[in-house]
């Protein structure tokens, strides 16, 4: 039998057809690709165009009064996405991008609003650079989940050594949570964001908190964490649900959208069955700025 649909579902009814290509289209999108130097170019709209993302940074800038007359230092900063929101504030800024693809944009854009006489423009790698002062901000959302793919840590640690010494980092915290859940996985893709998939995963347990980076301070690399779970449902898990909380600044918050550090599920390196009020213990063991693929978790009882 053939079924007309009204048009004005049209856009829906392809949506459905394609559950299954977007549920991994967003994780290709996000994953690093060296012909672009990162991500692909339409990918800059995503970002630009993500509201929640941006006035968490916008949030910031307002705590700290839009750094007015202040030294500032961007690291990947893209088509100006929030760059463009504090640059009329600052006394100098140090803008580093190593794509080469948008400097000539980046360059268009700074003279156009009168920026390029206070504008260092850095092209190159953040973790080799070196600042011939000391600054008052360090902005810097070179995230993913867990900081798992992206070299947030690295660059924080290597960069914060030229931060005043009342100088602020932008973001200055980020809480890594989990927990317990059953999803569909295929052979390709052992983890996937959750943003644009049909079916969430079946939850277990409540999120928990893995680890907590502070930026400030972080130096090591490699997390090995036991986390003791107590599941609300029996049955069996097979992936764990993981979350980050990122404090910009204290009372400007970002928790995840589609265009940065979306919620992701994560096999597990073997099923388990679980029954709920028994105690079992998640153990996790990643390195910063590697890949997801590459992180173990597995559930003990």
Known sequence: MSLKYNSKFDFISKVVDHYDNLKYALLESQTFNPETYGFPNFY????????????AYKNAYKKYRGMKNKVVCEIGVGTLALTKHYLDDVKKAYLIESNPNVIPFVKKELKKNGWDKKVVLIHGDALKVELPEKVDYIIGELMSIFCANEYQVQIFKHMR???????KLLPEKIINLAQLCYAEFDKEHPHYPLFFTRHLPEQFTTQKTINTINLYKESKLRIQKKTKFKPLLSGTVNGVYLHSFIQVAEGANFTGTDSLMPPTVVKLRRPVKVKAGETVTLNSDYHYGTNLNEAKFWVTK
Do not use: A, H, I, S
């Open 44 to 55: 800059y709209k995503v970002m630009e165009t993500d509201q929640l993302r941006v006035d």
């Open 161 to 167: 050594k030229f931060l005043k010494p009342n100088g």
